[in-house]
């Protein structure tokens, strides 16, 4: 079965850290470029960042930009976001999600996904 | 970045109604525009890409069109299962960008 499984999320306090894992089965997972994309409560979809299949280019979204780190083992299959510096507004569930990689690069696969609460 | 908007941000139907839902990128995209469906508590799943591909297995009642830079998700004769909340999405540059999503309910 072609599945994405994220864990790690949880609660910490303002200015803490986080690493997020996502494991892949059922694919090539070094085969495809692999995103995170975030949803706050009740608000809609934002990307967070994306990697590259070989892991040598990484992108990020400006509100994460220098907090966030996107990495992959493809020899474990699996996918990760170390969050340094959180802050309330990052407080969201965090899906990792695949990029189709064909002719219009969507998210054709999505975890279930892991919950961040940022409070004190 | 590029902006996309979608209308309207709500949307009330029945079953049997066809619906449509829009989406307008701030500058062109092409045909990398994707659609998502989401139902509460559950992750985003991918219905049409490149505009107007509908994903294998999913029902032919949807469809998508470009017109431009505008984009239409239509649902011919909603059933139960369709009520969710619908997202587009732009891959044409990085960083790829959603709409704000259009809830459909009864």
């Known amino acids: 079965e072609v599945l994405l499984v994220e864990s790690g999320g949880g609660l910490v306090e303002p200015g803490g850290s986080l690493k997020l894992s996502c494991s892949a089965s059922?694919?090539?997972?070094?085969?495809?470029?692999m995103n995170w994309v975030r949803q706050a409560p009740g608000k809609g979809l934002e990307w967070v960042s994306s990697i590259r299949p070989s892991g040598g280019y990484m992108y990020y979204a400006d509100s994460v930009k220098g907090r966030f780190t996107i990495s992959r083992d493809n020899a474990e299959n699996s996918l990760y976001l170390q969050m340094n510096s959180l802050r309330a507004e990052d407080t969201a569930v965090y899906y990792c999600a695949r990029d189709s990689s064909g002719y219009s690069d969507a998210f054709d696969l999505w975890g279930q996904g892991t919950m961040v609460t940022v409070s004190s | 970045d590029i902006q996309m908007t979608q209308s309207p941000s709500s949307l009330s139907a029945s079953v049997r109604d066809r619906v449509a839902i829009t989406c307008r990128a701030s500058?062109?995209?092409?045909?990398?525009l994707n659609w998502y469906q989401q139902k509460p508590g559950k992750a985003p799943k991918l219905l049409i890409y490149?505009?107007?591909i509908l994903v294998s297995g999913v029902p032919s009642r949807f469809s998508g069109s470009r017109s431009g830079t505008d984009f239409t998700l239509t649902i011919s004769g909603l059933l139960p299962e369709d009520f969710a909340t619908y997202y587009c999405?732009?891959?044409?540059?990085?960083?790829?960008?959603f709409g704000q999503g259009t809830k459909l309910d009864i």
């Open positions: 500058q062109t995209v092409s045909t990398y």
């Open positions: 059922g694919f090539t997972f070094s085969s495809y470029t």
């Open positions: 490149a505009a107007s």
């Open positions: 999405q732009q891959t044409f540059n990085t960083p790829p960008t």
